[in-house]
DNA sequence: ATTCAATATCACCGATGGGTGACAGTTGTC
DNA sequence: GACAACTGTCACCCATCGGTGATATTGAAT
């Protein structure tokens, strides 16, 4: 980089326009586009304001620091999936499914949701890796979303299962093997880079929900609703 | 930090004798311990010479510089499980058993060996976050490693499932839960900062597994040989 | 004792990080 | 017009990073 601080503001043409609730909403979404670019490691005071092309006093002064700017990001980015989105688009036919279909297609439509959101892939990440003022504030954001599905979709403590244990076993999965194959596609022997691989893991907690709700053989390459 | 450069010197008490093979060493195992203590975040050219009492171009003349000193730690640090550990101790008793309880059990014990290694979950969380030099080099040799356990201790193509994905699932979320419970105890409604949440991840996986390779009600409570 | 290579230290560079105080331009009020 | 409040810029501080060239110390061969 031979160019000075001046620079910045190539990035975004339009002058700042010495309005503070613009400038905030600047620096808000320069948060989401950096996470997007170039990840969590690149979120600093210095490279937020930069990206902004703004001037980085101004987060300290309108958002209290980059803890304040960060909570605020949490608050207005959507890069959660939405209930209707899990639901695969009509939450009313989604709710009439049997309890094993409604979960297995919950499932890949959570796969699907968060394939397609490097800004919550990144937040998940970032989690993964360390407890700080920002994760911290996130992962509340995150669980209040996690619980508002599993109440609205999934009453069921029948049978002998543990719901909790089981979701959090594939939750887990597919947030790991999401994350992981930003940087590495291959995980034992599947290709990650691969839809094919992709479908198949689909299948397999598809029949892991089958096989637990009820233990009789699955209904072949149903693959649900889906938005 | 009040202290000057040669403070580094307090930590390790023996002087560094002027011998290049205990030098390659003690850098070596900087590596580790600076993992362990402090994360892969810490691991820097400056932070490894500064643990290890030693001058950091040391690392450029002995290893040719980090990278080369990541693949020598890699090399040398046994922080994978052994064969032996994953099959509870006894291999040949271990085989002997049929292929659900083998499964279910090579399952707990890896879960954990990886709980009590922080250094593995250090690379692991290292892994998701970026591809580097650094993690390259580690993949492989986490690969070669899952490689041969799953060849030696699982040659399952039977029944009507994808062992790879299935496999994929259980481990991808093994290594979830193990490295977010580091920094965030709650997932869900589980509390992973308790023994009876990871009893209860564990019965689970059980159930998984039972209730994939034979659609039968699963022995109740029985954990098993573990090492 | 001198020479020479190996071992290890030191001092410095430029870049980047988070953080802060002083200053400049604009706007509205009295 | 004078003034204060607000918006934004700039210049600097100190710490750390990866990296490098010069130098000191040791030990062994001659």
Same mark, same amino acid.
């Given at each position: ?27 808000? !979404? ?23 092309g ?10 209290g ?6 909570? +605020? ?12 989105e ?26 699907? +949701? ?7 892939? !990144? ?39 543990d ?5 959090a ?23 990650l ?15 892991i ?19």
């Open positions: 980089m031979t160019i000075k601080t001046r620079s910045a503001k190539i990035k975004s043409s339009e002058p700042p326009a010495r309005n503070r609730e613009a400038t905030r909403t600047r620096l808000i !979404e320069a948060v989401g586009n950096l996470l997007a670019r170039e990840g969590f490691r690149a979120v600093g005071i210095n490279a937020v304001a930069r990206e902004a703004v001037d980085k006093v101004l987060i300290y002064r309108y958002f620091g980059m803890k304040g700017l960060i909570s +605020s990001f949490g608050q207005e980015g959507n890069f959660w999936p939405t209930m209707k899990l639901a695969g688009g009509d939450i009313d036919a989604f709710m009439s499914l049997p309890l094993a279909e409604r979960a297995s297609q919950m499932i890949s439509n959570f796969m699907h +949701s968060l394939r397609k959101r490097p800004i919550t892939q !990144e937040i998940l990440a970032w989690e993964m890796i360390e407890q700080n003022e920002f994760t911290t504030e996130l992962d509340i954001i995150r669980e209040n979303m996690m619980k508002r599905f599993v109440e609205s979709f999934m009453p069921c403590d029948e049978l002998g299962i719901t909790d244990a089981e979701g076993i594939i939750g887990g999965a597919i947030n790991y093997l999401v994350i992981r194959s930003r940087n590495f596609s291959r995980f034992g022997s599947l290709n880079g691969t839809e094919e691989a992709w479908e198949r893991i689909e299948k397999a907690m598809r029949r929900i089958f096989s637990l709700i009820k233990p009789q053989p699955l209904p072949e390459t149903d693959r649900g609703v889906r938005g």
